[in-house]
């Protein structure tokens, strides 16, 4: 049976590192320092799908865009690209808005919890948008 110092050493920790990863104060820094990752991407995840919500709510609710666009699939392509985005991701953010005004109510229909992305909203959305 392998000791917990010859494990880390197979590992590649030398044994004067041993010592700092058995202390409770390094294993509550290596806590917070993931805990604080987790968190940040979380937020900046978050921030892109409230940003494609936003955005699919400002195209949505726009009555001139509305009869320019009407019949003209053409419409949210020139839009798109004239923004900068493709096509299909507005197209997405439009659809997402229109299926979900009030995005706290998307977020509670996804089950991804702090992994949820906006890439995920538009795989499971080609399902359920």
Not at 92 to 117: C, D, H, P, Q
Request: contains cysteine.
């Amino acid at each position: 049976m392998v000791d917990g110092g010859d494990e880390k050493e197979e590992r590649g920790i030398a044994k004067s590192d041993i010592d700092v990863l058995d202390n409770v104060w390094y294993q509550n820094l290596i806590d917070d320092c993931k805990t604080i990752i987790v968190e940040r991407s979380f937020r900046a995840k978050m921030e892109i799908i409230e940003g494609y919500h936003e955005l699919g709510e400002r195209v949505e609710t726009d009555i001139d865009f509305k009869k320019y666009a009407k019949g003209r699939g053409k419409a949210i392509n020139d839009l798109a690209r004239d923004i900068g985005i493709s096509g299909t991701t507005l197209y997405y953010a439009m659809k997402f808005y229109e299926k979900y005004t009030v995005l706290s109510n998307a977020l509670e229909t996804f089950r991804e919890g702090k992994n949820i992305s906006w890439h995920i909203i538009i795989s499971l959305g080609q399902k359920k948008i």
